[in-house]
Each structure stands twice: as structure tokens, then as C-alpha cells.
């Protein structure tokens, strides 16, 4: 896949608002037929820009209404402990999303979790899954904004 269009970006923002649309009616909403519809986006999701498609659940109603950010500072800098935490931490199912920062802080982690005690269970798997500096978190009172959408060109 090339470059994407102003008909591919209309299509990944209906995938991204609704992705259990059928093919024609998103092949409708962008003016194509179904076919063709069809087509690009199998070749976007060939090209990887589609990672998959998923259900979006409601963290509260399945038990894990908590939210938690742990700031994480390395205990050491070499490619072997990063391979090692990055793979205990792949293993811990409340751990939703890890990223390796810039600044004071070099991981942030977000959690979902069902309470405190949910929590601590996971902060225990953590701590022991490697040799940190640091560990701390912030835990969210109010979700104010939250989006899976990723923002396209004809979006902004």
C-alpha cells in the first residue's frame, strides 16, 4: 500500500466510529461499490494500518473500573533488562498499555484494575518481575476523555 486517500481515511473513520458496519454501508457512506469497498480494506489491514478489530467494553461493568498510572524508573539501562521487563510486563493482564518515556520517569504504565487490593496484586507482580529504581502511581478519580480513535488527516 502506497499512500492512503481522502476515500481511505472515510473509511478508517467509520471503521474507527463503528467497525461492525457492514461492508456496504460503509461501501455507501464513502460512495464506492461494495467490491471495492471491500478491497482497500483488505489491503489496508494487509498493510498493517488495520491492526485488527475489536469490541470496546465497559471497564466498570467487567470489573475493572480502577485506573492506574505507575511512573516507573529503571534500576538499570541495557538491553537485556529492558527485554526482560518488557516481557514480565506483557505477562500481566491488568497492564493495558507500557511505554518507555522520555524525562525523570523511564516507563509509564496504565493499569485497569477492580480495586485497590486488585491493584496491589499487580503492583507485587511487577515489583518482582525485575530490578526497578523506582516505582509510583497515580490513580484516576474521573475519566474525562477517552478515545481509541486515532486522529486522521480530514478529521483535524
Known amino acids: 500500500m502506497n499512500t492512503l486517500d481522502t476515500t481511505d481515511f472515510s473509511i478508517l473513520a467509520l471503521l474507527q466510529e463503528d467497525a461492525s458496519q457492514s461492508i456496504q454501508q460503509i461501501a455507501d457512506a464513502v460512495n464506492l461499490s461494495q467490491n471495492a469497498c471491500w478491497r482497500r480494506i483488505r489491503q489496508m489491514e494487509e498493510a498493517g494500518v488495520i491492526r485488527k478489530r ?9 470489573g ?3 485506573t492506574v498510572f505507575v511512573q516507573v524508573r529503571a534500576a538499570e ?13 506483557k505477562k500481566i493482564p491488568e497492564i493495558v498499555e507500557f511505554y518507555r518515556m522520555t524525562g525523570e520517569v523511564d516507563y509509564l504504565i496504565k493499569m485497569r ?29 474521573e475519566e474525562i476523555k477517552a478515545s481509541t480513535a486515532i486522529p486522521l488527516p480530514q478529521k483535524r
Open 113 to 141: 484494575v477492580a480495586d485497590m487490593a486488585g491493584y496491589d496484586r499487580a503492583y507485587k507482580t511487577l515489583i518482582g518481575s525485575a530490578r526497578l529504581g523506582d516505582v509510583s502511581a497515580s490513580f484516576a478519580m
Open 77 to 89: 539501562h541495557s538491553e537485556d533488562w529492558l527485554e526482560n521487563f518488557a516481557a514480565a510486563v
Open 64 to 66: 475493572a473500573g480502577l
Open 54 to 62: 475489536v469490541a470496546l467494553l465497559d471497564a466498570a461493568k467487567v
